[in-house]
């Protein structure tokens, strides 16, 4: 079965600093893999998503991830976080079928 | 504009007394599905839907159900609703199977 795991539950960056969440996955093929942004009160905005080819992809607000097939890998990374950016995120995998499985979530706050 | 419509945004309501949250996509799009938000949960699938008159179960379809008679609308319903169903709900629309969903601003749904 598939699944995706992110160990941190809330991180906390001062703004300016880089960033990076952490996202593992467990999956038998080469995945479909996402990243999506919750601001409060709002539903999941895609930021980015790997399928296939280069695996360091580029998203909306400045964001990208890398695909890491043998660390089962998909982090999130930003250079420099903006007091905007905080929000909860959730990596998501796809399995076909409309089987999307997504993470717990990753709570983000920017601190001046 | 391209968006998923859901209604209400926040329900409260008593055990056993049936709810309908209407969805609705103006995206042309073949996929529908509801998820469930719960604190240290991440998003759970409730059921799915590829196509008109076609829908499956996700990972927790107890206490549901979906109908897909049109293609852009996909509402659930909740026949004899119980307070463990008291959540946040998400509604999402996709393209083809596993390209990027595009969610509903959610449903706060209550059960006392």
């Keep these: 079965a598939q699944s995706v795991t992110q160990p941190d539950i809330h991180i906390t960056v001062s703004e300016g600093a880089s960033l990076e969440l952490r996202c593992n996955y467990s999956y038998g093929a080469t995945p479909y893999l996402f990243w999506y942004v919750q601001s409060p009160g709002q539903g999941l905005q895609l930021l980015l998503k790997y399928f296939s080819g280069d695996t360091l992809v580029q998203g909306i607000k400045g964001f990208e991830a890398e695909f890491k097939r043998s660390q089962s890998s998909f982090n999130l990374r930003k250079p420099s976080v903006h007091w905007s950016d905080a929000a909860e995120y959730f990596c998501a995998v796809g399995g076909g079928y409309q089987k999307v499985t997504f993470g717990t979530g990753t709570k983000l706050q920017v601190i001046p | ?112």
């Design chain 2, 1 to 112: 504009e391209a968006q998923v419509t859901q209604n209400p945004r926040y329900l409260i309501t008593v055990t056993g007394k049936k709810l309908t949250v209407t969805c609705s996509q103006n995206m042309n799009h073949e996929y529908m599905s509801w998820y469930r938000q719960d604190p240290g949960l991440g998003l759970r699938q409730i059921y799915y839907s590829m196509n008109v008159e076609v829908t499956d179960k996700g990972d927790v379809p107890e206490g549901y159900k979906v109908s897909r008679k049109e293609k852009r609308n996909f509402p659930l319903i909740l026949e004899s609703p119980s307070p463990n169903q008291t959540s946040l709900y998400f509604c999402a629309s996709s393209l083809l199977d596993n390209s990027p969903l595009h969610f509903g601003n959610g449903t706060r749904l209550t059960v006392t």
